[in-house]
């Protein structure tokens, strides 16, 4: 079940609405448990069981390292990392080990039972993990109560595709949270903003770039590959801060106060600067349980380089279980690098803003291309026929309707542009808690036309679902 769906609008929401306000407060948590192992059996039935054993392993490491001390509190922390990684690792990367191993020597394993991805793992158990390192770190005190550390990990909102909550963010809120009818009006308009990102500007641009991307060889051109890259560009945003938007306004009717995801990533004059607005929940995560305990900044020059690779390396296989995305961890990684080594200099400079900001762009832009390649060699002649001149059989308006040429342009104002000019308009989307009256009356709108393009087309995808 996706936020987008007509199920989830009409049926699951209201449902889950109407009962969760019913009850007395000490039975919604529980209410709601329930209600997310729901959400996630829609669309994975048989996975439900594996949610369940994360939830047991976390919740039982967690008594464990709170019980223990010194050196045997290490251990039982490294058991749980181990554990979680383990399940992370079987079910996302070992189609792509044996794959990568009978690339480099043909029928080495045979008979290979292929294995379904999970919706939403990598999300689900970095939050687990996050739990019994917070515990370790004396953070926060243990949860003794399982139904709490469930929760915590199922928790429907940011279930499938985060934003990836930290337990030390949100440890309170789980046990005493309040929801006025004003925090309940904030969440709708936030969601109801997050949806029509999605559905209004994602979709058209997805059904372009998956068009362009599925093209053969001999029918890809250069203006065409440019579209495509730049559909696809705005398409992963708007599909993605779509989702966080609408996770964080569905907390925020539950009471809940989840961290911020986006803050306009592409107005960025750095790489460095870009991944601190773009998903900036995995970001943190991987600053504060990876980049800080391997040493950080702090050991030399040469081990905080390493450090940085190690981390966007990570970062890449975190992503997706292919080499494109160990790739673009990489590419991301070099760039960051190249920025601390030398590059500084020259995008600090008075009166460089735009060159800088160009830099960024066209760098995160050719990235993506790789992200979106089904292959490495594909991703390659992407990338070359963008920047060396190549005729194709097809008219790039082939592609560029009128519907692609109208929402391009509205992405492109709002990814940041029109955000700048207008304060007020950016408040709205993110922690302004005032509600305007044009807000009042765009709402309904926005929403009667997501209906429309939803009861009008079964394209629907969210690009991290499968992450």
């Not at 490491?61 to 749980?80: F, I, N, P, Q, S």
């Not at 070992?94 to 919706?119: E, H, K, M, Q, Y």
């Not at 399982?146 to 199922?154: A, E, K, N, S, W």
């Not at 900001?357 to 089904?374: D, M, N, P």
Request: glycine content about 6%.
């Amino acid at each position: 079940m996706i936020f987008s769906s007509m199920v989830f609008l009409w049926v699951f929401l209201p449902s889950v609405l109407f009962i969760y306000f019913l009850l007395r407060i000490k039975y919604r948590n529980l209410f709601l448990l329930l209600a997310s192992l729901i959400f996630y059996a829609w669309g994975e039935p048989c996975y439900i069981l594996l949610m369940l054993v994360s939830i047991g392993i976390n919740y039982t490491c967690g008594l464990l390292v709170d019980r223990a001390e010194g050196t045997k509190r290490k251990l039982m922390t490294a058991l749980d990392i181990v554990l979680n990684l383990l399940l992370l690792g079987y079910f996302k990367y070992a189609n792509f080990l044996v794959d990568s191993i009978n690339c480099l020597n043909p029928g080495t394993i045979r008979d290979f039972a292929r294995i379904a991805l999970p919706i939403g793992i990598s999300f689900y158990t970095f939050q687990a993990m996050s739990y019994v390192i917070d515990v370790y770190r004396k953070d926060c005190p243990v949860q003794k109560n399982p139904l709490m550390v469930g929760l915590y990990i199922t928790c429907f909102p940011q279930l499938i595709a985060g934003p990836i909550v930290k337990y030390h963010d949100v440890s309170q809120q789980l046990e005493n949270r309040n929801c006025s009818l004003h925090d309940f009006a904030v969440g709708i308009r936030r969601f109801v903003f997050g949806l029509a990102k999605k559905v209004l500007i994602a979709n058209p641009l997805a059904a372009a770039a998956d068009q362009i991307f599925g093209l053969a060889p001999s029918g890809l051109g250069t203006s065409i590959a440019w579209l495509g890259a730049v559909c696809y560009t705005f398409q992963i945003y708007y599909d993605f801060s779509g989702y966080s938007d609408m996770a964080i306004g569905l907390g925020r009717m539950f009471g809940f106060r989840f961290p911020e995801n986006f803050n306009y990533p592409y107005l960025s004059r750095s790489i460095k600067e870009f991944w601190t607005r773009w998903h900036i929940s995995l970001s943190t995560w991987f600053k504060e349980y990876l980049y800080i305990p391997l040493g950080g900044n702090r050991c030399g020059n040469a081990r905080t380089c390493l450090n940085l690779i190690i981390v966007f390396l990570v970062t890449g296989i975190w992503h997706g279980a292919a080499w494109t995305f160990v790739f673009w961890g990489i590419y991301h990684g070099a760039f960051i690098l190249a920025e601390r080594v030398f590059l500084k200099k020259y995008l600090d400079r008075p009166g460089w803003a735009f060159i800088s900001h160009c830099y960024a762009l066209l760098a995160v832009i050719c990235g993506w291309v790789f992200f979106r390649a089904e292959t490495l060699r594909q991703g390659l002649y992407y990338l070359r026929v963008m920047f060396v001149p190549k005729e194709s059989p097809f008219h790039a308006g082939v592609f560029m309707n009128p519907l692609v040429l109208t929402v391009l342009f509205f992405a492109l104002l709002f990814c940041g542009l029109l955000q700048r000019w207008i304060p007020r308009l950016k408040n709205a989307l993110h922690d302004d808690d005032r509600i305007g009256v044009w807000e009042v009356l765009l709402l309904p709108v926005l929403l009667f036309c997501c209906i429309v393009f939803l009861a009008a087309n079964t394209y629907n995808p969210f690009i991290y679902f499968r992450f």
